[in-house]
């Protein structure tokens, strides 16, 4: 399931989330990419981030 959630204050946006994910057959996440957005300074910051996940079925 990939999102995005935008986060106000006073009604003013000052950034959002995204993530977007790769999954395994059994719809479990086994690799997102997660993208956070801070408005609240000038000029906007962005950072990236790789989440992997290792899942032993048995």
Excluded: F, W
Excluded at 16 to 34: E, I, K, T
Excluded at 35 to 52: A, G
């Amino acid at each position: 399931m990939d999102y995005t959630a935008i986060s106000t204050l006073n009604n003013r946006r000052i950034g959002n989330v995204m993530q977007r994910c790769d999954y395994d057959r059994h719809d479990n996440p086994v690799n997102c990419d997660l993208q956070i957005v801070d408005e609240s300074v000038k000029p906007p910051v962005t950072r990236k981030y790789t989440i992997k996940n290792n899942i032993e079925y048995y």
